[in-house]
């Protein structure tokens, strides 16, 4: 068991909090820097993240959340999380905080139903919200799972950033293996 931090700013952190609670971990709602003392994790949820990313900045988060994956403690970016993680986000300029070498395009798989289900070259149930596209993978970055040949699951060191939400699946394995 694990004590684990869910950005709680903006979006849909509230069935990230229920799968954490679900797999036994003490979970906190993270608002400001000083609720990231004495987490073990952290996850990055849905939602919008040009808003997500001005709350973490007029909160004065984003240093200590930059300590924090240098501290080499385990991350997840679901959705606009992944957004946020990535090194460049397309249509540009959009500010991101460059914990994975990849960009992404927002809501690329718009041409498709805004939201829909797929089954993953690996197996997983995925599903899709205004979902980012993964259109470049710098070369540290291992691709996990794929939807069609297409990285849809990357990690990078100890950040790992999904396309999709594996909070509204039941393939909970991503936060079994991150959080242990
Ligand atoms: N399209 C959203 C964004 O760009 C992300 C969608 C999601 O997190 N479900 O921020």
Redesign the pocket.
Known sequence: MARVGVLALQ??FEAQVEVLRRLNHDVVEVRSAEALEGIDGLVF??????T?LKLMAWGEMLSALHGFVASGRPVLG????L?LAAREVLPGPQESLDWIDVTVQ??GYGRQLDSFEARSDGGRTLMF????RITRVGPGVEVLDTLDGEPVLVRQGKVVGTAF?PELSDDVDIFRELFV
């Open positions: 979006g849909a949820p849905g939602g919008e993240s040009t997500q679901t959705c606009a999380g957004i927002r809501n919200i205004r979902a980012p939400h």
